[in-house]
């Protein structure tokens, strides 16, 4: 169990840039949404199947009616189904992320700054010892005892979600 959530916290570590880069774009597309318009909502519409077709020329058929009287709304619903489905994305990447930094913090100040520089930044093992002045074995060290600890900070509350 402790070497399956230590698995789970590296994959969230080496995860955590391009999880941040998806946050970023539903966001994004949830300030800049895409929506349908009422033009295009009669046109998809008029052209969905009815019973009524060949109807002779001058009458009105019931589509016709359906469509005037009910486009707005359709449109309003595909504008709210298409919200929905972005918060559904976004809210758990957004919690799995705010987690993630939460037990950062809560690490000792090296083993975070270990951490945020490897898997928050993208830094090589090379350039972390350069600025740090710790040997890349000794990193290593660090960001193993990092994990470990931010396996048990995971595995505490293992059993109150979900």
């Not at 951490?115 to 600025?131: C, M, N």
């Not at 740090?132 to 979600?161: C, D, F």
């Amino acid at each position: 169990m402790k070497e399956n959530t230590e698995n789970l916290v590296m994959t969230f570590l080496q995860n955590y840039r391009a999880t941040k880069r998806k946050i970023e774009q539903l966001r994004y597309e949830l300030e800049h949404p895409t929506r349908v318009t009422p033009d295009e909502m009669i046109e998809a519409m008029n052209f969905a199947k009815s019973d009524g077709e060949g109807r002779p020329s001058g009458s009105v058929s019931n589509k016709t009616l359906y469509i005037a009287m009910n486009f707005q709304s359709a449109a309003d619903e595909a504008n709210a189904a298409l919200t929905h489905d972005l918060v559904s994305r976004l809210v758990p990447l957004e919690q799995e992320i705010n987690r993630l930094e939460h037990y950062v913090a809560l690490l000792e100040p090296r083993q975070a700054e270990v951490i945020r520089l490897a898997y928050f930044e993208g830094h090589t093992w090379h350039q972390i010892s350069d600025k740090t002045q710790i040997t890349t074995r000794t990193l290593y060290k660090i960001r193993n005892q990092a994990v470990e600890e931010l396996a048990e900070m995971y595995a505490l509350t293992a059993g109150l979600q979900r």
